[in-house]
Antibody, heavy 115, light 112 residues
Framework: EVQLMESGGGLVQPGGSLRISCGVS????????MSWVRQAPGKGLEWVAM???????YYADSTEGRFTISRDQSTNTLHLQMTSLRVEDTAVYYC?????????WGQGTLVIVSS | QSVLTQPPSVSGAPGQTVTISCTGS?????????VHWYQHLPGTAPRLLIF???NRPSGVPDRFSGARSGSSASLVISGLQAEDEGDYYC????????????FGGGTKLTVL
């Protein structure tokens, strides 16, 4: 059975940093395209970042230069390092796995950026 | 303002059929990129509902169907049930974004 479980969300001040993680079971994070998708309060889904199976990483314009996606094959975990956080980064962050689409989703972790 | 345009809301009575549209452009849906649909029910994680324009993952009832034509796509939900109430999103790729993901703004379905 495929399971994705996010962790690491919380309250952080503007300008601060936070790393969220996604533990995966049922498939290898290095065999699928892995993405982070977020949903701000009252808003729709927004794609944040993607790592291809080959290791290339891509980012939305709103997060490029501030966020870094990475994976740890030894623990089968996906990470998102977020720096220079802004109030508008407040959202539930979902981990997803798939190629051109999100076949699998985690339950999400809430990140609140506020002073 | 999303590049993929969806109606903000649709509604229907139990048993009825509703259609949710997703309008793109020549750089995304019109360029031949597949459209995928997600269902996001209150308090749950989003789930893939339709992939590759018209295909259902295992476990998705055949009440849900999808189609793509030109630069637009549609999700049809027939035999509406109360548990279908929630948000629905289309997703595609866009060559201007290096082929990466694009979501529609979402449509809230209300079952009357």
């Amino acid at each position: 059975e495929v399971q994705l479980m996010e962790s690491g969300g919380g309250l952080v001040q503007p300008g601060g940093s936070l790393r969220i993680s996604c533990g995966v079971s049922g498939f290898s994070v290095s065999k699928k395209y892995m993405s982070w998708v977020r949903q701000a309060p009252g808003k729709g889904l927004e794609w944040v970042a993607m790592m291809y199976s080959g290791g290339n990483a891509y980012y939305a314009d709103s997060t490029e230069g501030r966020f870094t996606i990475s994976r740890d094959q030894s623990t089968n975990t996906l990470h998102l390092q977020m720096t220079s956080l802004r109030v508008e980064d407040t959202a539930v962050y979902y981990c997803t796995g798939g190629i051109s689409r999100a076949d699998h989703w985690g339950q999400g972790t809430l990140v609140i950026v506020s002073s | 303002q999303s590049v993929l345009t969806q109606p903000p809301s649709v509604s229907g009575a139990p048993g009825q059929t509703v259609t949710i549209s997703c309008t793109g452009s020549s750089s995304n849906i019109g360029a031949g990129h597949d459209v995928h649909w997600y269902q996001h029910l209150p308090g749950t994680a989003p789930r893939l509902l339709i992939f590759g324009n018209k295909n259902r993952p295992s476990g998705v009832p055949d009440r849900f169907s999808g189609a793509r034509s030109g630069s637009s796509a549609s999700l049809v939900i027939s035999g509406l049930q109360a548990e279908d109430e929630g948000d629905y999103y289309c997703q595609s790729n866009d060559f201007k974004l290096k082929g990466l993901w694009l979501f529609g703004g979402g449509t809230k379905l209300t079952v009357l």
